[in-house]
């Protein structure tokens, strides 16, 4: 699904970021340097990044800026990440989340 | 641990750089919050050349303008500190703002706040409107402008103001198909030249029509779409089906002011201006003393008066503070008139309505 990144534009550059490794759901998946989450699933064509805990419907992002929690996701273990601002980090282990979550020890 | 300071601004879009700048200018000591990883709110996505006069930075591209001001706020050194990645997420009566600064929550009391928290987009009620590939305006702007990644491959665009009129065209800039952009009123409510622009392309603008549904089994495969009279109810036989895989909504924006509402500010519901916005003085100080707004939070404009108010309210905080500089009188005059001057046209007038009800004090 490489024919999602956009490579010619005729206002914006965007460089070839280096390349960061990570996994959705088991899945090795490769995003760049600069994306979020939720954007280099995107670019991997993944639309779906959850199920809502009681309808069991399917959701994807709306906002992608942070306003609108349809993002969350289960991150490193941890749940309610919202992925659509959180940065893509090497390594990182990116599972769909279909319940309320957990909440981070406090 | 409490952070003492003269004046925290809260957002980093064009209003909060702009009060920022403006108060450390004048010599206070400042601090901005920003919730994003980088500074310039809804301008880092915009690609086009701007309108208005040259003082708001006319054809200058959004993106450009953002930097400009940023690397401007880095030019203070000391006296202004920006935090990204940190959201404010309370605001108490005593004037305390907490913060989650990357994950660390931390507290601040500063003796002055502007609030420019900007908006969020509104949604549209429809069947399945909850699938995945249905996005706000400005989501595919983002995933587009600033992460380089086309939504999908055929776009179904509801709303044809000049968001939905511009996003259009961006997505044939990347090279994404636009099967049509769908609008409720009998005339579109963006400039001209914007629909100018898409219409060359090629796009369809259906005024007085409507989405009635999305479906797809586990992302959107299709629309359908009517036409609706005048009391917005679709007429039969005049329903069509649209392939696309991503419905993109773009029915406006509404303040996001949570925080003026949890800080105990006296707020108006004005459609005019989008929902519920603060009351606010001739200096925009809201009805708590020394809490100030500015940009798309005191209601749904443009950046261009995004800026000037954001001038108008970094200089009054810090005039407030002492920090009052000899230029003062004839920038706070400048700024008033710039903000008539930017609502004075005819396309202006439904701001002008909204705005006349904002007074207090
Ligand atoms: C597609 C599009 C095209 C446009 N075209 C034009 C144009 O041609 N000319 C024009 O003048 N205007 C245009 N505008 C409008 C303009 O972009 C906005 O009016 C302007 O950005 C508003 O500025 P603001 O600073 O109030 O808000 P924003 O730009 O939205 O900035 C608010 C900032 O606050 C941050 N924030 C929010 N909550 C918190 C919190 N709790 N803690 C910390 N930070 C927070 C946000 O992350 C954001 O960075 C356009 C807008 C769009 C979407
Ligand atoms: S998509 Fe709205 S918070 Fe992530």
Same mark, same amino acid.
């Given at each position: 699904?490489?024919?999602?990144?956009?490579?010619?534009?005729?206002?914006?550059?965007?460089?070839?970021?280096?390349?960061?490794?990570? *996994?959705?759901?088991?899945?090795?998946?490769?995003?760049?340097? !600069?994306?979020?989450? +939720?954007?280099?699933?995107?670019? &991997? $064509?993944?639309?779906?990044?959850?199920?809502?805990?009681? *309808?069991?419907?399917?959701?994807?992002?709306?906002?992608?800026? !942070?306003?609108?929690? +349809?993002?969350?996701?289960?991150? &490193? $273990?941890?749940?309610?990440?919202?992925?659509?601002?959180?940065?893509?980090?090497?390594?990182?282990?990116?599972?769909?989340?279909?319940?309320?979550?957990?909440?981070?020890?406090? | 641990?409490?952070?003492?300071?003269?004046?925290?601004?809260?957002?980093?879009?064009?209003?909060?750089?702009?009060?920022?700048?403006?108060?450390?200018?004048?010599?206070?000591?400042?601090?901005?919050?920003?919730?994003?990883?980088?500074?310039?709110?809804?301008?880092?996505?915009?690609?086009?050349?701007?309108?208005?006069?040259?003082?708001?930075?006319?054809?200058?591209?959004?993106?450009?303008?953002?930097?400009?001001?940023?690397?401007?706020?880095?030019?203070?050194?000391?006296?202004?500190?920006?935090?990204?990645?940190?959201?404010?997420?309370?605001?108490?009566?005593?004037?305390?703002?907490?913060?989650?600064?990357?994950?660390?929550?931390?507290?601040?009391?500063?003796?002055?706040?502007?609030?420019?928290?900007?908006?969020?987009?509104?949604?549209?009620?429809?069947?399945?409107?909850?699938?995945?590939?249905?996005?706000?305006?400005?989501?595919?702007?983002?995933?587009?402008?600033?992460?380089?990644?086309?939504?999908?491959?055929?776009?179904?665009?509801?709303?044809?103001?000049?968001?939905?009129?511009?996003?259009?065209?961006?997505?044939?800039?990347?090279?994404?198909?636009?099967?049509?952009?769908?609008?409720?009123?009998?005339?579109?409510?963006?400039?001209?030249?914007?629909?100018?622009?898409?219409?060359?392309?090629?796009?369809?603008?259906?005024?007085?029509?409507?989405?009635?549904?999305?479906?797809?089994?586990?992302?959107?495969?299709?629309?359908?779409?009517?036409?609706?009279?005048?009391?917005?109810?679709?007429?039969?036989?005049?329903?069509?089906?649209?392939?696309?895989?991503?419905?993109?909504?773009?029915?406006?924006?509404?303040?996001?002011?949570?925080?003026?509402?949890?800080?105990?500010?006296?707020?108006?519901?004005?459609?005019?201006?989008?929902?519920?916005?603060?009351?606010?003085?001739?200096?925009?100080?809201?009805?708590?003393?020394?809490?100030?707004?500015?940009?798309?939070?005191?209601?749904?404009?443009?950046?261009?008066?995004?800026?000037?108010?954001?001038?108008?309210?970094?200089?009054?905080?810090?005039?407030?503070?002492?920090?009052?500089?000899?230029?003062?009188?004839?920038?706070?005059?400048?700024?008033?008139?710039?903000?008539?001057?930017?609502?004075?046209?005819?396309?202006?007038?439904?701001?002008?309505?909204?705005?006349?009800?904002?007074?207090?004090?």
């Amino acid at each position: 699904m490489g024919d999602r990144r956009i490579t010619d534009h005729p206002i914006l550059d965007f460089d070839e970021g280096e390349v960061i490794h990570f *996994t959705f759901d088991g899945k090795p998946m490769e995003g760049r340097e !600069g994306d979020t989450i +939720a954007s280099a699933l995107h670019a &991997n $064509g993944v639309k779906v990044l959850g199920y809502h805990f009681k *309808t069991k419907r399917p959701r994807g992002f709306y906002c992608a800026i !942070g306003n609108c929690s +349809a993002c969350l996701m289960i991150v &490193n $273990g941890k749940s309610n990440v919202r992925t659509c601002t959180a940065p893509l980090l090497p390594g990182m282990v990116v599972e769909t989340q279909s319940d309320r979550g957990v909440p981070d020890d406090v | 641990m409490m952070y003492k300071i003269d004046l925290v601004v809260i957002g980093g879009g064009p209003a909060g750089l702009m009060a920022a700048n403006t108060a450390a200018e004048a010599g206070a000591e400042v601090l901005l919050l920003e919730r994003d990883g980088h500074l310039g709110g809804q301008l880092v996505k915009q690609t086009h050349k701007f309108f208005g006069s040259e003082k708001q930075h006319a054809s200058v591209r959004g993106i450009d303008i953002s930097t400009m001001l940023g690397d401007r706020l880095d030019s203070f050194g000391d006296r202004a500190t920006v935090w990204k990645n940190a959201t404010a997420i309370g605001f108490y009566e005593d004037g305390v703002i907490t913060v989650d600064h990357d994950g660390v929550y931390k507290k601040v009391k500063p003796k002055r706040v502007v609030v420019a928290t900007g908006a969020s987009e509104k949604f549209l009620s429809f069947p399945n409107n909850d699938l995945p590939g249905i996005y706000g305006a400005g989501a595919v702007q983002t995933m587009m402008n600033v992460y380089g990644i086309r939504p999908g491959h055929r776009v179904l665009m509801i709303g044809a103001g000049n968001i939905g009129l511009i996003v259009s065209y961006q997505l044939m800039q990347a090279g994404v198909s636009v099967a049509a952009i769908v609008e409720g009123l009998p005339k579109i409510g963006g400039y001209a030249v914007h629909a100018g622009k898409v219409r060359r392309a090629g796009v369809p603008i259906l005024t007085s029509h409507t989405i009635l549904r999305a479906d797809g089994q586990e992302s959107v495969e299709r629309a359908t779409i009517a036409r609706i009279d005048r009391t917005w109810n679709a007429i039969p036989e005049t329903e069509r089906t649209i392939e696309c895989d991503v419905i993109c909504i773009s029915v406006g924006l509404t303040p996001l002011a949570e925080l003026l509402w949890q800080a105990g500010c006296e707020m108006r519901y004005i459609p005019a201006l989008g929902g519920s916005v603060p009351l606010r003085n001739d200096c925009l100080e809201t009805t708590v003393k020394g809490v100030y707004v500015a940009g798309d939070v005191t209601g749904i404009e443009e950046a261009s008066a995004a800026m000037v108010e954001g001038h108008l309210a970094g200089l009054e905080a810090a005039a407030s503070l002492g920090f009052k500089s000899d230029s003062y009188d004839a920038e706070r005059k400048d700024c008033m008139e710039q903000l008539t001057a930017l609502r004075s046209g005819p396309t202006a007038e439904k701001i002008r309505t909204g705005l006349a009800c904002t007074a207090c004090l």
